[in-house]
């Protein structure tokens, strides 16, 4: 993890649910049927109806795996194109909503009202049973 050093665990996760087929079809038309991934895709209306119960539950497994974990560490796992390495990026150029000083998030997950910012600030530490 960037502030603390420790290995970033994967968490323990359960079965997925069964998927009607024409559930199937619309999530594999909304990820792949345009070229683009799920990720870059986000900030279409279906695609953040869909992707906001998976993301949701991706945090709550990581921050479990993981504590003290910031939402850094869960961007570089999930999606490490959003992620800038930096060699050192000093205090005075640190963003506000820039936690770590080893890099910096994306222009995207910059942006104020980004969906995972929003659910990193409301997840909770929820392990898989």
Request: with cysteine; glycine share 6%.
């Amino acid at each position: 993890m960037l502030e603390t050093g420790e290995p970033v665990y994967s968490p323990v996760t359960q079965e997925g649910p069964l998927l009607t087929e024409d559930l199937i079809r619309e999530t594999e038309e909304l990820s792949f049927g345009r070229g683009v991934l799920v990720l870059d895709a986000l900030n279409s209306f279906q695609t953040r109806r869909l992707s906001r119960p998976f993301i949701l539950i991706c945090l709550h497994l990581d921050q479990a795996a993981n504590p003290g974990c910031i939402l850094e560490d869960f961007v570089r796992w999930h999606s490490p194109p959003d992620w800038t390495e930096a060699e050192e990026v000093p205090e005075t150029e640190k963003s506000p909503d820039q936690l770590s000083s080893k890099g910096k998030l994306s222009g995207r997950m910059q942006k104020e009202g980004n969906l995972w910012h929003e659910l990193w600030d409301t997840s909770k530490p929820l392990p898989a049973v």
